[in-house]
């Protein structure tokens, strides 16, 4: 069996003396798309940060099999990581600049930038926004260069934080295509936070629910759905599901 | 209004005969001041990215040290700078007193937190997500203060504005610490000041018409930096 | 492109602040900045622009003039912060040298004070004869009187002539501007008002004021200066040597004849009166 990609053992999160994460372990295997719902404020970004080294946290972590001394490993390890936030998060500059950017921060030889970036930029559908600047981008088109620039890095591990959840339905659809594509293609394993149930059949592998810091199921998409683990989850996926079905009627 | 008609007269005739006392003067203003506001900026900047991004106990505190180092009354710097320079003074031994070093200490701490203030705000006015995204892309500490640097760029060329501004027009650190003598230390502000108080008023506002020149020579300049490739926002 | 090079231009300026270009002089002293400490009412009766080049020329030295309100260039003395003292403030010099921190003082030149008022002086200062009398007159008119109020050499003279004349300065009439003589001219002249002033300073500013001299010639008028070397035994940072070739300098012939002609050529008559080898009593005496 391959090596789970990540292994975090004993994770918390104290923020000003409260404990707001509690995850005595969670793994997330070589491959596969796990996804993260849970109410607001259950502390879905909180892991998905600690998760992706960029806050502090107290826990064992694995990675790709290896031990991970923390914190003075966790600069290296980012780098073989990537993640996309909600908002794209773009500097002054043009678009290409932009997507070159994690490259030239990773130490990436000059010459492959170029290709790597047109590479990703056609992932996504932007290649002929190359040259525009990246302030006079709509909210989708800056959305689908975030992910590019994210996806140029050929992470080992993806971790995305509600990526779509600003965009309008028709642009959020046709991203969501794009991006299932370019994770099957790579085989990418991924962590993404969501609240939007109607992206978890077409991405994900493995579902996690969190509820008040703690993981309180984790499983198929189709055993959290039919079989969810206690009354908060039960709630969760019943709010989901009247939704759809009111709309079926 | 005659006499700012004789001002007027006065600085053309400065500046068209090239009158050697008003370009060593100017010269000297533009060396001291612009040393000054390099310094501050070398100081300032660095330690406004520390404060806008490191969290650790006083840091509140030293970030209204910084605010009140804003508002300092000029002269306060130079009379305490005095003390320190001055020959029974603790740096007494460097003999730096009645100097343009000295002037450039006094106008450097009156710029820096000057420089320091608006680059925190700078910084603080940034999306505090940016910081996390650049980390995550594999940004090394110093490469996320230079890349936050330069995404504030517009607010970090103001507090440089600001800090040059504060000290190429303010005369009582100068005074003080530099003596205003003639051929060393005597710069644009000492020298209108001087004039003034000789009754020399036209001759006054000839030297003053020569200070507004110059720095609106330097802020010109940095405010095309500044501005340089940016759309107006209401055009799009 | 052109921002580069010009942002090229600004930063070698700046990197030239410590170098100077030094003319060749004949033989540098070792350490050739002299700090003189004196009055800002000596510097602006434009003397110094005369005779310091000579002197640095001569000698080598420079010298580093700090002109300052009197009560300060004493200070300075008092702490060593200068090297050598040009001031004219007798009262206060001798206590100065009582004290061990001046040495050496010496009677250089002087000049007077004149009491100038309106046109049409209302206080009828005009026809007084003593300095004590024309103050009397002022206050007792209560006509605006505009004082330095600096504790200068000019202000502790008022004061003593306040003082001889027993009136108080005191009330709506009597105001203070905290500054210079070329400033307290233009405020009298602005307010038509009196003011004590040294003749150099009103005849340099006279083309800008409607103001008359009133009275003069008195001998309390006497505005005085003294040179003294700040004390080296003292304070062992001064510049002994160079505040010596200055002080001896003030006092030689080719100073002293140029204060006697400074002015002469701008205004007619001489600003100072040129008094080396000299005592104070002797001068005070002959008036």
Redesign the interface.
């Known amino acids: 069996m391959a090596d789970a990609m990540i292994e975090a053992e004993g994770l918390r999160v104290f923020r000003e003396r409260r404990l707001v994460l509690d995850v005595p372990a969670i793994t997330i295997e070589a491959g596969e798309v796990l996804a993260v719902i849970g109410p607001n404020g259950s502390g879905k970004s909180t892991l998905l940060?600690a998760l992706?080294l960029?806050l502090p946290a107290a826990m064992t972590y694995r990675f790709g099999g290896q031990a991970v001394r923390l914190p003075d490993e966790a600069?290296a390890l980012?780098?073989q990581?990537?993640?996309v936030?909600q908002?794209p998060?773009l500097?002054?500059g043009s678009v290409q600049e932009n997507v070159a950017?994690?490259l030239k921060?990773?130490g990436v030889p000059r010459a492959e930038i170029t290709g790597r970036v047109k590479e990703a930029l056609t992932m996504f559908g932007v290649q002929d926004l190359a040259r525009r600047?990246s302030?006079?981008l709509s909210g989708g088109e800056a959305q689908r260069v975030s992910l590019a620039?994210a996806l140029a890095?050929r992470p080992r591990m993806l971790?995305l934080d509600e990526p779509f959840m600003a965009l309008d339905v028709l642009t959020r659809a046709s991203i969501l295509q794009d991006l299932r594509r370019a994770l099957r293609s790579a085989g990418m394993t991924a962590l993404f936070v969501t609240h939007d149930f109607t992206e978890i059949p077409p991405l994900a592998d493995r579902v996690a629910v969190l509820n008040g810091g703690q993981i309180v199921q984790t499983g198929t998409p189709r055993d959290i759905f039919s079989h969810p683990a206690n009354a908060a989850v039960e709630r969760l996926v019943r709010a989901a599901s009247d939704l759809i079905r009111g709309l079926a009627e | 209004m005659e006499t700012i008609w004789q001002g007027v007269v006065q600085a053309i005739h400065l500046l068209y005969t090239r009158d050697p006392e008003t370009l060593r003067v100017t010269?000297l203003t533009?060396?001291?001041s612009?040393?000054a506001t390099?310094i501050s900026v070398l100081i300032g900047v660095p330690l406004g990215v520390l404060l806008a991004l490191s969290r650790f106990p006083g840091r509140r505190i030293l970030i209204s040290f910084v605010n009140t180092g804003m508002a300092l009354p000029p002269v306060v710097v130079g009379l305490w700078v005095s003390i320190l320079l001055?020959?029974?003074g603790p740096l007494?031994f460097l003999?730096i007193?009645?100097t343009?070093?000295a002037i450039?200490i006094a106008q450097t701490v009156i710029a820096a937190p000057v420089v320091a203030g608006f680059t925190v705000a700078g910084i603080g006015q940034l999306?505090p997500?940016?910081a996390?995204?650049?980390?995550?892309?594999?940004?090394?500490r110093w490469?996320l203060y230079w890349?936050l640097v330069?995404?504030a760029?517009l607010s970090i060329l103001a507090a440089i504005i600001a800090g040059f501004g504060a000290v190429v027009s303010e005369v009582g650190a100068s005074t003080m610490v530099g003596?205003?003598?003639?051929g060393?230390t005597r710069v644009l502000t000492t020298a209108t000041v001087m004039e003034?108080?000789?009754?020399?008023?036209g001759l006054a506002i000839g030297i003053s018409i020569v200070l507004l020149l110059l720095a609106y020579a330097?802020t010109f300049?940095l405010t095309?930096?500044q501005q340089?490739g940016r759309?107006p926002w209401l055009m799009? | 492109m052109r921002?580069r090079s010009?942002?090229a231009i600004?930063l070698a300026?700046?990197l030239?602040?410590?170098c100077t270009a030094k003319e060749t002089k004949p033989e540098v002293p070792a350490n050739p900045d002299v700090?003189l400490a004196t009055t800002?009412s000596t510097q602006?009766s434009g003397l110094l622009?005369v005779l310091l080049p000579i002197f640095e020329k001569d000698t080598g030295y420079?010298i580093?003039?700090?002109?300052v309100g009197t009560g300060q260039a004493l200070a300075m003395g008092e702490?060593?912060?200068a090297d050598v003292l040009l001031v004219h403030a007798p009262a206060d010099e001798k206590k100065l040298v009582e004290s061990g921190a001046a040495i050496e003082r010496k009677l250089v030149a002087h000049n007077d004070f004149v009491v100038v008022g309106p046109k049409e002086d209302p206080a009828k200062v005009k026809g007084t004869k003593t300095a004590a009398e024309a103050m009397k007159k002022i206050a007792e008119a209560k006509a605006i009187f505009i004082s330095r109020g600096d504790d200068s050499g000019t202000h502790k003279k008022e004061v003593s002539l306040w003082k001889t004349a027993a009136v108080k300065n005191e009330g709506q009439w009597y105001q203070q501007t905290g500054?210079?003589m070329?400033?307290t001219?233009?405020v009298a002249n602005e307010k038509d008002g009196y003011t004590l002033t040294d003749r150099a300073t009103f005849l340099?500013?006279q083309k800008?004021l409607q103001l008359e001299i009133l009275l003069e010639g008195d001998a309390p008028l006497l505005n005085i200066y003294h040179v003294m070397l700040v004390n080296p035994a003292k304070?062992n940072?001064v510049n002994a040597d160079g505040a010596k070739a200055f002080h001896n300098f003030l006092l030689s012939k080719e100073a002293q004849e140029a204060i006697g002609k400074f002015g002469v050529e701008k205004y007619g008559k001489p600003l100072f009166f040129p008094d080396g080898g000299k005592t104070e009593e002797q001068l005070t005496a002959t008036k």
């Not at chain 2, 996390?132 to 090394?140: M, Y």
């Not at chain 2, 003034?196 to 008023?201: A, I, L, M, Q, T």
């Open positions: 940060q992706a960029l600069l980012r780098r990581m990537a993640v936030f908002r998060l500097v002054e950017l994690g921060l990773r600047p302030r006079a620039r890095l971790f | 010269f533009l060396r001291v612009g040393m390099l001055w020959r029974s007494g003999g007193m009645y343009p070093t450039v999306d997500q940016l996390l995204q650049l980390t995550a892309l594999g940004a090394s490469q890349l330069r995404e760029k003596g205003n003598i003639r060393q003034v108080s000789k009754g020399e008023f330097v300049t095309l930096l340089r759309q799009r | 921002i010009l942002a600004i300026l700046l030239t602040v410590g700090i800002t602006d622009d420079k580093k003039t700090i002109a702490k060593g912060e500054q210079g070329g400033q001219l233009n340099s500013l800008n304070f940072k």
